[in-house]
């Protein structure tokens, strides 16, 4: 780095800065973190940049670029949201879940959605997502969705848009945790002059989200464990980061067995009956007697479990409908529909190509649009239409006309940028928001923040780490009280209260219970070995449970 002051030669190139506008003020959120890293000054901040960066590798945080491990990059300048702004996406958060939760009870019981034309049957009928064996099936509180990744990208006007939901295994939690705790190692002074909702409250309002899922005959101390496919995939860090963290065991499926209809765990001191499961695999993967007979991570007779009551699978087997990013073009009418309010959090707009008029326009402009599969996840299949060949427009063009139900079309998302330290200082980089969302059937809880993705590499608007993507710590600011959000109705507005500032509202016995096990942690990876993370920073779940280095493009 060079240069008199920090941001001396930041040039944001337009007014799509997070920070700094086009004018080259600064806005007033960033007004202290822009104060505090100025203060600190060139050198400084550079060498507490690069002790950050060590920190990530000596804990083991790594993923796989073009073949090779390398620590996960976490950007030094955080992201910084206001209280009433992180107020609103709270409460269009929740309301997303809610609906979506809605939606899947409906799916898979009643379908009035259907009855009524909300959705279409073909909707349904042709997803691959739609697990028949759940059908009529109730959880024991009610949730199909305890935990869930809603991304989210700024439009051009500033405001947050909704650009898909991940309500099967969302990743990447255990980066958000990390990243905290190694800013507040390298940085402490920063948080000085803020005041910084946070996040290390995750796991344990997790448990207690789990252990609110259990059945009755768990009695009051159900057994809650982690099921992971095992050390070889991509998401194995954070597994056992979340199990380690909720004091629960970390299992796989041959840890595992289902005797009369029951869930036990081999232990040392023989057989013990397991409650709830927060499957980390996926849901093909995971019994044989109903999905893949050649599946060698699951465990025969789980779903018949599952369907007799005994045992609860967090998230639900069958969640996948939900992230069909054909339904995500219907939710909005779904939030009107179950919940009889207006969306808090717009989409992106998108095109349904099994309309036709929908699918002549997207023909003619395929070369300004982006494309995507509606099963796919972590990017696979996107087409950029401005960086695509001629020959990959047509043979896109050709996919789209044989299998129009099969995609959908986006207009292309300017996201947007942050200053982020690059070799010559800091730069602008695009970047997108993952917050995360807890269910434990009395209240849909956000965690005050999410994990912030950055592209490095100058102009990409692909924020994955396999495109050479990173990390950014996110600080929602504490408000002095909660704030009021108005939530249009058909028939007024209402107000939901969002605990901004007041995130320290767990009872005293609640809060002692997570700085026992969060204070003074014990290394992240002190027993695990150098993972690859690529996949679950980047994909909507833990895919590919069987390949341990998937590919990863993600278009924006």
Known sequence: MSGASLFSGYEPGGDGDEMIAADGTVRETYAGLHAGLTDLGVEEFGARSESLARSYLAQGVTFDYAGEERPFPIDAVPRVIAPEEWARVSVGIAQRVRALEAFL??????????????????LVSSSTYVVEAMRGYRPPNGVRIHISGIDLVRDGSGGFRVLEDNVRTPSGVSYVLSNRRAMTQTFPELFARYSVRRVDEYPGRLLRALEAAAP???????????????RYNSAYFEHSLLARTMGV??????????????????????????????????????????????????????????????????NAVGNGIADDKLTYTYVPDLIRYYLREEPVLPNVDTWRLEEDHAREEVLDRLEELVVKPVDGSGGKGIVIGPRATR???????????????????????QLSTIPTLVEDGPEPRHVDLRPFALNDGEDVWVLPGGLTRVALPRGEMIVNSSRGGGSKDTWVLAGERPTLVQVPTPTGVISRVDAAGTDEQLEDGDMDRDDERLAEPAPITAAIPMIVVEQPVDGATDQHATDPHPTDEEAR
């Open 105 to 122: 009870d409906d799916l898979y019981t009643e379908q009035r959605a259907i009855g009524d034309g909300v959705v279409p049957a073909e």
């Open 249 to 314: 065991e970390l299992v796989e499926g041959s840890d595992l067995v289902v005797r009369n209809d029951r869930v036990y765990m081999r232990t040392t001191a023989g057989l013990q009956r397991v409650d709830v499961i927060y499957k980390r695999t996926d849901d093909d993967f995971l019994d044989p007697e109903v999905f893949r007979p050649d599946s060698m991570l699951g465990v025969p007779g789980l779903i018949r479990a599952v369907l007799a009551g005994t045992v609860v699978l967090a």
């Open 216 to 230: 009755e005959s768990a009695g009051g101390d159900p057994t809650v464990v982690v099921l992971t496919p095992g």
């Open 391 to 413: 020959a990959e427009l047509d043979e896109l063009r050709a996919r789209l006309v044989a299998d129009p139900r099969g995609w959908i079309a986006k207009p292309i998302v």
